[in-house]
T-cell receptor
């Protein structure tokens, strides 16, 4: 039972480069989201999706794009990497009903932008 | 002002101590309250889940919710070195923009020393 799988685990980018962080879940969850975690800042929501074809912005969406073509996958694209995007990124999935919102997190992607 | 406030600590206690972790919130639409535990270099995992006001106990852990004060707590009895982690409170609602979306506190870093 894989749960939520994120790839890669580590990445170093140069300023201006673009890349895609991959996230896949095998639990048939409707709700998927991307967070970034910085020291002292907690988890901040970047983008989320309530189902295939539906995405919305979270708290800190600038510089990131998402799409949701299937229930299983929710990739996060960095358009032009900046040092301020150095962070640990977590993908999470859950059912979308309030009574069953346990979020399952991936192991994270540690991104460094130099 | 963030919708969920949590003292980031750090908190350091001796083994066997009772630990109290707290969060306050401002959105009265929140109905479901959770505590996640995050070990170093891992993704968060759900620890406790409570609906509306009241107490919930699970082994050495007790979660309390006081909706009238917009205040939630997590108590850890007989703390162990294995409890050393970051504890994040999270909450969500069952209507409107809060449905299915988790709002996290910043997390409190706890160290239990032998």
């Amino acid at each position: 039972n894989a749960g939520v799988t994120q790839t890669p685990k580590f990445q170093v980018l140069k300023t201006g480069q673009s890349m895609t962080l991959q996230c896949a879940q095998d639990m048939n969850h409707e709700y998927m989201s991307w967070y970034r975690q910085d020291p002292g800042m907690g988890l901040r929501l970047i983008h989320y999706s309530v189902g295939a074809g539906i995405t919305d912005q979270g708290e800190v969406p600038n510089g990131y794009n998402v799409s949701r073509s299937t229930t299983e996958d929710f990739p996060l694209r960095l358009l032009s990497a900046a040092p301020s995007q150095t962070s640990v990124y977590f993908c999470a999935s859950s059912y979308s009903t309030a009574a069953n919102t346990e979020a399952f997190f991936g192991q994270g992607t540690r991104l460094t932008v130099v | 002002q963030k919708e969920v406030e949590q003292d980031p600590g750090p908190l350091s206690v001796p083994e066997g101590a009772i630990v109290s972790l707290n969060c306050t919130y401002s959105n009265s639409a929140f109905q479901y309250f959770m505590w996640y535990r995050q070990y170093s270099r891992k993704g968060p995992e759900l620890l406790m889940y409570t609906y509306s006001s009241g107490n919930k106990e699970d082994g050495r852990f007790t979660a309390q919710v006081d909706k009238s004060s917009k205040y939630i707590s997590l108590f850890i009895r007989d703390s162990q070195p294995s409890d050393s982690a970051t504890y994040l409170c999270a909450m969500t609602g069952d209507r409107g923009s809060t449905l299915g979306r988790l709002y996290f506190g910043r997390g409190t870093q706890l160290t239990v020393w032998p």
